[in-house]
């Protein structure tokens, strides 16, 4: 994409994909079935605008009264952005593991298709019997999804961020 002083629109985007790859190995138009198509680059735009990593200005064409949208990159901002997935991750499995932690797991070992996980306040609920079969809920050690989700934070911890 080009910067901001020089806007682009979709239509020119997927033009320059096309004329780039141009002579190489990748055929986007294979048998007159065109697999590179303009909504496939919008979406794509829009979801890099959903990430914040692109923004557009939209007018209206006075003689078809369509929008054109005219597309730039903010690939300045990538290193926040990262920073913040990063952080929401390691959150997220930093909750988990707290969880993991502190609850006691039960499940049914007699229910193979049914793989539900009660914890005690659940279990006790149910007097420790499988609500679909009936037998008793066995403790589940879940010491190994501990590791696990130590593991998982320990690497995202160690991953740095940095563009140059």
Not at 95 to 101: G, V
Not at 119 to 128: T, W
């Amino acid at each position: 994409m080009k910067s901001e002083s020089e806007d682009i629109t979709d239509e020119d985007i997927t033009e320059n994909i096309k004329e780039s790859i141009q002579g190489t190995e990748i055929d986007f138009e294979p048998d007159d079935s065109e697999i590179l198509k303009l909504n496939t680059v919008r979406k794509t735009l829009y979801k890099l605008y959903s990430e914040k990593l692109a923004q557009f200005r939209r007018i209206r064409d006075k003689s078809t009264g369509w929008f054109i949208y005219y597309w730039w990159h903010e690939f300045d901002l990538i290193e926040e952005i990262l920073q913040e997935k990063k952080s929401l991750i390691e959150g997220k499995l930093r909750d988990r593991l707290q969880f993991e932690q502190n609850n006691y797991f039960f499940i049914c070992k007699n229910c193979q298709e049914s793989i539900i996980k009660y914890n005690f306040d659940e279990a006790f609920e149910l007097n420790f019997r499988c609500p679909n079969c009936g037998s008793p809920l066995e403790a589940q050690d879940n010491q190994d999804i501990i590791i696990f989700l130590r593991n998982r934070i320990a690497l995202v911890q160690n991953v740095k961020i940095s563009i140059d």
